[in-house]
């Protein structure tokens, strides 16, 4: 049966290839591939398309655009937040180390706390002489005068020497400093004991310190236009001979006028 199996198949391809070669029914027709075969081949030939459609939906195919990629933000840099400043530097536009005051606001009575506001920082009529630029310091009324142009004069309250300590002259600033330490004269230590009262050899500038935060220093004498650590006594006669300001006020000052700005006392 197998032989006779062989032998058929054997005839029918003998009477195919006659078929063909002579010009049968078979020779005419296409081949027909399957769309599953073609399209890889017609994809990787990438034929023209059709006006008004795709290369791929010409031949029945579609193709799907790749996914956008959603554009990343440019990364920016920040700038560090501001640290705020302290409020005793940003009051008194100065930065010192943290002291501990020597003089106790809380221990003086609240009525020598006050200060009479006549004695703040005002622009005012100038009465005097004197050329603009000037410093004239009136121990009567105990103002400061830094003489401007115009006919005018910034006044500061100032706190003055108390009696037996009055003095007058006309000097030149010498030296200029900031948060000065303070050297007590021998004198000053002497007299301050007998009253019970035991003064530093030295002390370290500094919001404790009673030179406050700028002296301005007047020619080769021991006195000086200073700030202080007890502003309450500004408008007052205190001082050893000394100028006291307030330490805000000593260091708007200061900012206005240089070494060799003359100084008159009166």
């Known amino acids: 049966m197998f ?10 391809s003998l009477a195919l290839a006659a078929t063909l070669q002579s010009g049968g ?29 795709s290369a791929g939906r010409a031949r029945g195919y579609v193709m799907r655009p ?4 959603r554009a990343l933000p440019v990364p920016t840099r920040r700038a560090a937040p501001r640290q705020p400043d302290r409020l005793y530097e940003r009051q008194t536009a ?25 004695y703040l920082p005002q622009i ?7 050329a603009p630029g000037t410093i004239e310091i ?6 400061l005068y830094l003489v401007m142009s115009g006919g005018k004069a910034k006044r500061y309250g100032v706190g003055v ?17 900031e948060w000065p330490e303070w050297r007590p004269p021998a004198e000053m230590i002497a007299r301050e004991r007998k009253k019970g009262r035991e003064l530093p050899v030295w002390m370290a500038g500094g919001p404790s310190n009673p030179l406050g935060a700028r002296a301005l220093y007047l020619g080769s004498t021991l006195y000086r236009i200073h700030g202080t650590n007890a502003p309450w006594t500004i408008g007052q006669n205190v001082s050893s001979g ?3 300001m307030r330490n805000e006020d000593v260091v708007d000052l200061y900012t206005k006028v240089g070494v060799g700005t003359k100084v008159v006392v009166r």
């Open 3 to 12: 032989k006779s199996f062989r032998l058929s198949a054997l005839i029918a």
């Open 25 to 53: 029914a078979y020779a005419q027709q296409p081949v027909k591939v399957s769309r599953a075969v073609a399209e890889p081949w017609i994809m990787q030939l990438q034929p023209r398309a059709l006006p008004g459609r």
């Open 66 to 69: 790749a996914p956008s990629r």
């Open 94 to 118: 100065l930065a010192v180390p943290a002291q501990r005051s020597s003089i106790a606001a809380a221990s003086v009575p609240p009525a020598k706390r006050a200060m009479d506001p006549r």
């Open 124 to 130: 005012v009529d100038y009465p005097g002489s004197q």
């Open 138 to 143: 009136n121990t009567s009324n105990r103002f």
């Open 161 to 177: 020497s108390k009696p037996g300590f009055e003095w007058s002259g006309t000097h030149k600033i010498s030296r200029k400093k």
């Open 242 to 244: 000394c100028i006291r």
